[in-house]
Nanobody
């Protein structure tokens, strides 16, 4: 069993900052890319940022220069530092990890796992 648990969402004022965390736990053999997505009410889920297990990052234009993704491989945790928040950043934020799990002596192919989502609300 593998779980991704997010924390750090909440309410912020425009121009403020929040830091999201997402910890993967369970029978994890290895983690490849990790990322953050968001879904605003009535909109499709949007990819925000990804990070490889060697630390290479990519960002959506909508958050480039304001958000920073990082990870701690020893803790199987990915972070999203969000600065200069705008009301349009209001959404449910989800973390994603492409990972391989194991069960006893059996190992499984890599697949995507998702966190439960955390609400971020930015007031003007």
């Amino acid at each position: 069993q593998v779980q991704l648990v997010e924390s750090g969402g909440g309410l912020a004022q425009a121009g403020g900052s929040l830091r999201l965390s997402c910890a993967a736990s369970g029978m994890i053999l290895s983690i490849n890319d990790m990322g953050w997505y968001r879904q605003a009410s009535g909109k499709e889920r949007e990819l925000l940022a990804t990070i490889t297990n060697s630390g290479s990052t990519n960002y959506a234009d909508s958050v480039k220069g304001r958000f920073t993704i990082s990870r701690d491989n020893a803790k199987n945790t990915v972070y999203l530092q969000m600065n200069s928040l705008k009301p349009e950043d209001t959404a449910v934020y989800y973390c994603n990890a492409n990972l391989r799990r194991y069960s006893g002596a059996i190992t499984y192919s890599a697949k995507d796992y998702w966190g439960q989502g955390t609400q971020v609300t930015v007031s003007s």
